[in-house]
């Protein structure tokens, strides 16, 4: 936003220079991007007065103006498609110089001698507008001087508003600011607002069909208006916040816009059918053209205001052609509103259409003050523009909005922020940013937030404004220190760090997502999980609306995002944070700790470019978590096929821990993979953080290294393709007595040769005792006590080696 400092010193009065009233707006929290000089002095330019204008004998586009400065009459050949008889332009006489430097000499224009040249306001260096000559008030008399009429060179300080700080984006909200930091007073422009016409409600009418959308609307009705330039110093006002004079009534509507903040809109009341509006939802498909001569379809979520047969507006966003302000408009229906932020900026987004207005809508307007915009401009139109102004208004707001009251303890405004601030401090700046000190208390205030300061919501909001006005140099910068608290245990925090640790020491990089993510990623894994899923009602982007059910999800879309740059091989996790509600409809979270493997990670340099098979990825996926599992000290893991909506049916299995499942690993269903064009299966695997630490500062006893050798037997089993390692296991621990030592399977075969419905599970069995050396008779019974037992209790056929 573009704010001439001449302009913001009609509403407050500072002393300070240029960079001093800078730096006081960016450390306030208004940073101060750019600071522009806009004009010059204006040497020897003065008024010209138009007084003939004939066509150039020799070019269409010319023509030859006689013209005076107070003196004799000189020729000037022109080019501007505005130039008239009786205008008063800025004019550079012979031997005079622009402000770029450009001495004007007698010159030959297709044949025509020019002595002189009529100015654009780019040519003086106000603007960029270059469509037509600079038109001045005619009160000056011709050969006054131009630097009488502009001025002296105008500072235009170009300001960063931040989304939070609509209040911000007008004059008078930055004069607010420096009225609080400079500690003077606000003064709000003087209205005189005469309504000499007929009632309002007899020429016009209002009907709000989308209340929601359009919390209050006003209407006031304008006649007898004039259409004319506006005055010279609302021109040059505009101009230097780099906005383009139209003509009175369009320009006194972004006048009132870049002084309060609020957008307007003006209409030509002979226009509109039936002479009404109606504010209502687009119909689908529906067209119209809009002021750029565009033609837009509508969708029938975007907002529109219409008369009684045709959209004639796009609400909040832009007017539409065959309803604007004319030459031969003299009855105006001026518009004053407040719309819903989110449909504005969607309505935005989706026609790829941004304005002024809509850049202010998108970020909030406050709806009290939408009635104070409306008379404010309807008082210059009636000075300006010779209007009537019908009498009362039409205003729509059933409704109306009141700020909230924030309750904060003096002390917590002096212990967050460091500052020696008093009571009487605080109450001063929060009333001269118009924050009224509703409770006065021992210990605590009540502060009344005003509406149009919708970011005052909690205590550390007021603690914040006070110190931005009291000046942020004032934070004291005390020496650090560290203090014991009893009772108090960090031990949560080592434990993540050596999670994390135990992590990268198994090949593995850490990666970090948001907590917020999209529905249509949360719906490529699982879409029967919508209801668990915590939506945010104001999200800044729809990618960023819904809180993660899950760390999967955006674990694999990192994958793919680095497969599609040429990453062959990678293994990730993310320890997070995750968000759902559960059966009671109440809020839940959890932490949770996420793995993801793609590629040949678990190949050497010779067999990498071969395809993968299902099986491998799975081994190499188990065998990082189970590696993870010992790191962590944690014994009697079971693992349990199970079904998952992320994984591929029968690649997958629950992690349980005593009883309790902890999490989940798997392969990811091929379709998800397809999305990111995977060929390859993806492994992934997601765990409790709790569970994982849950050992973490326990002693493992110390065992005794072993002294008597131990004695290895080789089984091969013939069983039903539905028994699982993990029953086999369980047959053997449960049977093999104290000398067991270890089990290991070393091969799984499928195949004709076996049977259908059959598999062939290989494993080794070693015996050891600790008090004497087994012999091979010793191992034999606990060996055959183990075949017996696995017959028995699993009817399988058993060969052994």
């Known amino acids: 936003m573009k704010v001439p400092i001449s302009w913001l010193k009609a509403y407050v009065d500072f002393d300070d220079s240029v960079q001093g009233l800078a730096d006081k707006l960016t450390f306030s929290g208004v940073e101060v991007e750019g600071i522009e000089t806009i004009g010059g002095h204006f040497d020897g330019l003065v008024v010209g007065e138009v007084l003939a204008v004939d066509p150039h004998p020799n070019a269409d586009r010319l023509t030859v103006c006689r013209v005076t400065a107070g003196g004799d009459e000189v020729q000037v050949v022109c080019g501007a498609p505005n130039v008239a008889v ?26 025509v001698e020019s002595f002189g040249m009529l100015l654009a306001a780019d040519e003086l260096g106000l603007s960029d507008d270059h469509s037509g000559l600079m038109v001045l008030d005619a009160q000056w008399a011709p050969g006054t001087p131009l630097a009488e009429v502009l001025g002296p060179p105008e500072t235009v300080l170009d300001l960063e508003i931040t989304p939070n700080r609509p209040d911000c984006l007008s004059i008078i909200g930055i004069a607010r600011e420096l009225a609080a930091l400079y500690g003077t007073t606000l003064k709000w422009p003087e209205m005189d607002l005469p309504e000499s016409g007929a009632a309002v409600e007899t020429l016009t009418q209002v009907d709000v069909e989308d209340t929601d959308a359009c919390p209050r609307y006003t209407a006031r009705m304008l006649t007898n208006i004039q259409i004319a330039p506006s005055p010279a110093w609302m021109q040059q006002r505009l101009t230097l916040a780099g906005i383009r004079p139209i003509n009175n009534v369009v320009d006194i509507t972004n006048y009132v816009m870049l002084e309060c903040g609020h957008p307007l809109h003006a209409f030509d009341h002979g226009l509109l059918a039936e002479g009404r509006v109606v504010v209502r939802r687009a119909r689908a498909r529906e067209k119209m053209q809009t002021l750029d001569e565009v033609e837009r379809e509508l969708t029938s979520e975007m907002l529109v205001i219409a008369d009684a047969e045709r959209s004639v507006a796009v609400a909040g966003v832009m007017g539409g052609a065959g309803s604007e302000i004319r030459d031969t408009t003299s009855t105006v229906l001026l518009e004053s509103a407040c719309f819903d932020p989110l449909r504005t900026r969607a309505t935005s987004r989706q026609l790829a259409l941004s304005t002024d207005s809509s850049y202010r809508f998108e970020r909030g307007v406050d709806a009290q003050t939408v009635e104070w915009a409306s008379r404010r401009a309807a008082a210059l139109m009636a000075e300006h523009a010779g209007a009537t102004v019908a009498k009362g208004v039409i205003d729509a707001y059933p409704n109306p909005v009141t700020g909230r009251e924030v309750a904060c303890r003096w002390d917590f405004v002096r212990s967050l922020t460091g500052m020696d601030v008093t009571n009487e401090r605080i109450g001063a700046i929060l009333s001269a940013l118009e924050m009224p000190i509703r409770e006065d ?64 020491g198994l090949g593995l990089r850490e990666i970090m997502n948001y907590s917020l993510t999209a529905p249509a990623l949360l719906d490529l894994f699982d879409e029967s999980d919508r209801e668990r899923r915590i939506v945010l009602p104001h999200p800044i982007s729809a990618d960023q609306s819904v809180l993660r059910p899950s760390l999967v999800p955006q674990l694999i879309e990192t994958l793919g995002r680095n497969h599609s740059r040429q990453l062959q091989e990678a293994l990730f996790f993310e320890a997070g944070r995750v968000f759902w509600r559960d059966g009671a409809g109440d809020y839940a979270e959890e932490d949770r700790v996420s793995i993801g493997l793609m590629g040949p990670v678990g190949r050497g340099p010779y067999t990498r470019r071969a395809a993968i098979e299902p099986a491998e990825m799975f081994a190499w996926t188990k065998g990082v978590l189970e590696g993870l599992l010992a790191a962590q000290g944690l014994e009697g893991i079971e693992m349990r096929a199970a079904d998952h909506p992320y994984a591929q049916r029968g690649q997958c299995v629950e992690v349980v821990l005593a009883g309790e499942v902890m999490g989940v690993m798997g392969l990811l269903r091929a379709d998800i993979r397809r999305e990111w064009r995977w060929s390859d299966p993806v492994g992934f695997a997601e765990l409790k953080t709790a569970a994982l630490i849950g050992r973490y500062g326990a002693i493992t006893p110390a065992q005794a290294v072993p ?58 069995v070693t015996y050891r005792s600790a008090e004497r050396t087994l012999t091979d008779e010793d191992a034999n019974a606990y060996h055959d006590q183990v075949k017996d037992a696995i017959r028995r209790e699993l009817d399988v056929t058993i060969r052994e080696s």
Do not use: C
Request: net charge negative; charged share 25%.
């Open 86 to 111: 009786g205008l008063k332009v800025p004019f550079a006489p012979l031997g005079s110089a622009l402000p770029d430097g450009t001495k004007m000499k007698k010159a030959k224009i297709r044949q």
């Open 441 to 504: 208390g021992a210990d605590r205030f009540v502060v009344q937030a005003p509406t149009f300061r919708g970011d005052i919501e909690r205590d550390v909001d007021v603690v914040e404004e006070v110190a931005r006005i009291h000046g942020l140099d004032q934070v004291p910068t005390p020496a650090p220190q560290a203090r014991l608290i009893p009772g108090a245990s960090d031990e949560q925090v080592r434990a993540m760090i050596a999670l994390r640790d135990n992590l990268a």
């Open 707 to 764: 002294v008597y050798p131990a004695i290895s037997r080789d089984m091969a089993l013939v069983v039903d393709a539905g028994i699982s390692h993990a029953d086999v296991v369980a047959v053997i621990r449960a049977n093999a007595g104290s000398a067991l030592e270890k089990v290991e399977i070393f091969d799984i075969f499928e195949g004709d040769a076996i049977g259908a419905g059959k598999k062939s599970m290989a494993y080794s």
